[in-house]
């Protein structure tokens, strides 16, 4: 039986007055790929930054490998073995690729011997930013960059990578390189939770899917039923098939 990495029940947040998520349900089984889809708006970045404990929950329940989350701080929680890219990617483009890395090490307190694989295994993973460590993260293109945050974020060695909007502003082929990228960090053990506009292409590389709308769930299913059946045509697509 799959263990369950991460169980939210009917979880409630808010922006001041404003209910973003009104009863939140999901669970993410240990080793998949699940995507959070909607329309922006619908909540999808909201839910991830509950996760984190960078927005104020009113109610409900988030527990990672049965430890309740809600009430901790983002630095209690990011060595608890879960971390985020987030949208818009945030790297620092002032210092070198190789220290944007390092940063993703400030929360976890481990053995020098471990951050150095991670590292390597980081560059195994990125050759690129193996070749292009001593420059400045700036200098890097967009496809780089987003390769940097994820980086980054596997720095902090975790077991949960949530990942915002990771092919935003990217050029085709470029995206298709960064969803081969996650397949490839989720077949090293890696759980992956994922907001995507590109649904279909999120859809190809996930085990399942939750569509989200004005801050509920309106329906959950295996990447391949949401890409068989009519549900992205009729929900997510505005009743339009393509």
């Given at each position: 039986?799959?263990?369950?990495?991460?169980?939210?029940?009917?979880?409630?947040?808010?922006?001041?007055?404003?209910?973003?998520?009104?009863?939140?349900?999901?669970?993410?089984?240990?080793?998949?790929?699940?995507?959070?889809?909607?329309?922006?708006?619908?909540?999808?970045?909201?839910?991830?930054?509950?996760?984190?404990?960078?927005?104020?929950?009113?109610?409900?329940?988030?527990?990672?490998?049965?430890?309740?989350?809600?009430?901790?701080?983002?630095?209690?929680?990011?060595?608890?073995?879960?971390?985020?890219?987030?949208?818009?990617?945030?790297?620092?483009?002032?210092?070198?690729?190789?220290?944007?890395?390092?940063?993703?090490?400030?929360?976890?307190?481990?053995?020098?011997?471990?951050?150095?694989?991670?590292?390597?295994?980081?560059?195994?993973?990125?050759?690129?930013?193996?070749?292009?460590?001593?420059?400045?993260?700036?200098?890097?293109?967009?496809?780089?960059?987003?390769?940097?945050?994820?980086?980054?974020?596997?720095?902090s060695d975790p077991q949960l990578l949530m990942l915002d909007e990771p092919s935003m502003g990217l050029a085709p082929l470029v995206i298709a390189e960064v969803f081969h990228v996650i397949k490839k960090v989720n077949e090293m053990g890696i759980t992956v939770l994922l907001v995507e506009q590109n649904a279909k292409m999120a859809l190809k590389?996930?085990?399942?899917?939750?569509?989200?709308?004005?801050?509920?769930?309106?329906?959950?299913?295996?990447?391949?039923?949401?890409?068989?059946?009519?549900?992205?045509?009729?929900?997510?697509?505005?009743?339009?098939?393509?």
């Amino acid at each position: 039986m799959a263990e369950t990495m991460l169980r939210i029940t009917d979880l409630v947040s808010s922006y001041g007055h404003i209910k973003a998520l009104k009863g939140i349900s999901l669970e993410i089984q240990k080793g998949e790929i699940v995507s959070l889809l909607g329309a922006n708006g619908a909540g999808k970045s909201t839910l991830m930054k509950s996760i984190l404990g960078m927005v104020r929950t009113e109610g409900g329940s988030i527990q990672f490998k049965g430890q309740e989350l809600i009430g901790k701080k983002s630095h209690e929680i990011v060595p608890m073995g879960i971390s985020l890219v987030p949208e818009g990617r945030k790297i620092f483009i002032d210092v070198s690729v190789e220290e944007n890395l390092k940063i993703g090490t400030f929360f976890r307190k481990r053995p020098p011997a471990r951050d150095k694989e991670l590292q390597d295994m980081v560059y195994q993973i990125f050759p690129r930013l193996y070749e292009r460590r001593s420059q400045l993260g700036g200098t890097l293109s967009g496809g780089e960059q987003q390769m940097l945050a994820v980086g980054r974020a596997i720095m902090s060695d975790p077991q949960l990578l949530m990942l915002d909007e990771p092919s935003m502003g990217l050029a085709p082929l470029v995206i298709a390189e960064v969803f081969h990228v996650i397949k490839k960090v989720n077949e090293m053990g890696i759980t992956v939770l994922l907001v995507e506009q590109n649904a279909k292409m999120a859809l190809k590389i996930s085990d399942r899917a939750y569509l989200m709308n004005t801050g509920q769930i309106v329906i959950s299913g295996t990447g391949e039923e949401f890409l068989q059946g009519d549900v992205l045509a009729s929900v997510y697509l505005g009743g339009k098939k393509g």
